[in-house]
């Protein structure tokens, strides 16, 4: 193993939250492997996030927090995934989930949640069997959840689920069922350590079981309800789900990049087997290389462009439906963009790509985990579609 250290403690005025992560990706590609292998990040790669400030990138200035513009976080994302992708996966989440959540709860008890540089936040998708009995002051929460992405180096901890009166029925406000987001700390859920799986290993994405756990009006924030909103700014007005769409689809292209260009080196230094002129040379080679990059790059800046438009919008108090579904559709297109080069990459680089010294393999299986997350499903392309022909949209997940 080489000699990089840890990143040290940078000037964040100074550096932009993209050059920080870039200043990240060699210690990331020393210590891929080994997350790989502990399913988990590295203390150095822990250390080194809080160093540069990367689990405060959304959350409010006035917690201390950076709330970037959502392009600069997509870039920094982008380039921590080009290195490892558990870790941009795990930055992302956590990221998100902080700063959508401390923008709902009273700034007091944000401040004392979220304030510090190495908190983070991880919880598990929302489902159908939870129970959270509203109670005096508070809410009794009981369930399980699973793909608690980077729980295992977060302070806290987090979960989604509808409310109950005591007798069972459905709690309502603001003239719903109530739904929220239930945080606590880490130390007070059953944590099961069953994340064996294809790709995105690093991330530790743990089953979590709490029972009848008290969680205080403070810190159950309805973070999408506007009635609840204590921030104001571009980047909560967007809101959860597109910011964590905005920043999974960051994740794949970063890593469909990285793998494009081992395959470009591959190729420019192999000759195949089944041929006397080496991989360069070859025009069918030379053409799928342009295409790939081509459609990366159109990937890529289609995000790009809807995410500034998106926080432009969001900026002056314009954005609207149709901006949003825009920005569903280019991080949905995006995902399986990204998925089609990584697959092109590595069937490109032959038996080389199986190989665990090579630089496919890993990022092969991370790009087919991150294929299968729910923000890349063909249902969301549905949804657009309809939109586009005014056909009626009964769930618009955006």
Request: glycine share 8%.
């Amino acid at each position: 193993m080489d000699s990089v250290q840890s990143a040290p403690i940078l000037n964040a005025p100074t550096l932009s939250a993209p050059e920080r992560a870039r200043a990240l990706q060699p210690l990331l590609d020393r210590d891929g492997p080994e997350i790989d292998r502990r399913r988990e990040l590295t203390p150095d790669v822990v250390e080194a996030l809080i160093a540069q400030d990367m689990l405060r990138l959304l959350l409010p200035r006035s917690l201390g927090g950076q709330e970037l513009p959502l392009i600069d976080f997509c870039e920094a994302v982008e380039a921590i995934a080009w290195a490892d992708a558990s870790t941009a996966w795990f930055v992302n989440q956590s990221n998100v989930s902080s700063a959508t959540s401390a923008a709902a709860m009273p700034h007091e008890a944000a401040l004392a949640t979220f304030g510090s540089p190495g908190v983070g936040l991880a919880w598990g998708a929302r489902h159908g069997a939870s129970r959270a009995i509203r109670v005096e002051g508070g809410y009794r929460l009981t369930g399980t959840w699973s793909f608690a992405s980077g729980g295992r180096h977060s302070t806290w901890m987090g979960a989604h689920s509808a409310v109950q009166n005591p007798d069972g029925t459905p709690h309502l406000r603001y003239g719903r069922p109530d739904d929220r987001s239930f945080v606590f700390r880490r130390s007070e859920a059953r944590i099961v350590d069953d994340w064996f799986v294809l790709g995105l290993r690093g991330t530790g994405s743990d089953t979590y079981t709490v029972e009848n756990l008290f969680v205080p009006d403070a810190m159950a924030p309805a973070r999408d309800a506007l009635q609840e909103r204590r921030e104001t700014g571009p980047i909560y007005t967007i809101g959860s789900t597109l910011l964590y769409a905005s920043g999974f689809c960051s994740v794949t292209i970063g890593l469909a990049r990285r793998l494009l260009e081992a395959y470009v080196d591959l190729a420019r230094g192999k000759h195949s087997r089944a041929s006397i002129n080496s991989m360069a040379s070859n025009n069918a080679i030379q053409r799928e290389i342009a295409l790939l990059d081509a459609r990366l790059s159109a990937a890529r800046a289609f995000l790009h462009a809807e995410v500034r438009a998106n926080y432009d919008a969001a900026s002056t108090g314009t954005l609207d439906i149709d901006r949003r579904m825009r920005l569903r559709l280019a991080t949905t297109h995006g995902m399986n963009e990204a998925s089609d080069v990584a697959i092109a990459a590595y069937r490109a680089a032959g038996t080389t790509a199986i190989l665990d010294s090579a630089p496919f393999e890993r990022r092969f299986r991370d790009a087919m985990s991150a294929s299968q997350h729910l923000q890349g499903m063909m249902g969301h392309v549905e949804m657009v579609g309809r939109h586009i022909l005014g056909v009626e949209n009964k769930l618009q997940n955006i």
